[in-house]
Nanobody, 123 residues
Framework: VEVVESGGGSVQAGGSLRLSCVAS????????MGWFRETPGKEREGVGC???????RLSDSVDGRFTVSQGSGKNTLYLQMTHLRVEDSGMYYC??????????????????WGQGTQVTVSS
């Protein structure tokens, strides 16, 4: 599975960005897609995930500000980010859990990863 993210960039605090992810060649009916972010000196953090049935989950740090959604083809993932904060800055990664099951924010369960897209929020 090839995973490609897009949509990162620089924005001022309070602004918005929308990230996109396309996962090609997904053949598993029951899969989960997720967003993770990484900043220097910190572990990779789960941001949000969504199952193929539409069940979604967000981390406490972004709930109410971010929305995770999927495209009609179920191999496209979006992350709408609003009211961005400086601490939201980082490299954002899209990932696919081919075994499906629970929508988890633990990177351990994800099999295929994109190269990441940088988000920078300035004050």
């Amino acid at each position: 599975v090839e995973v490609v993210e897009s949509g990162g960039g620089s924005v001022q605090a309070g602004g918005s960005l929308r990230l996109s992810c396309v996962a090609s060649q997904i053949t598993y009916y029951d899969h989960v897609m997720g967003w993770f972010r990484e900043t220097p000196g910190k572990e990779r953090e789960g941001v949000g995930c969504i199952r193929e049935d539409g069940t979604a989950r967000l981390s406490d740090s972004v709930d109410g500000r971010f929305t995770v959604s999927q495209g009609s083809g179920k191999n496209t993932l979006y992350l709408q980010m609003t009211h961005l904060r400086v601490e939201d800055s980082g490299m954002y990664y899209c990932a696919v859990d081919n075994t499906g099951g629970t929508c988890s924010l633990d990177a351990y369960y994800y099999d295929d990863w994109g190269q990441g897209t940088q988000v920078t929020v300035s004050s």
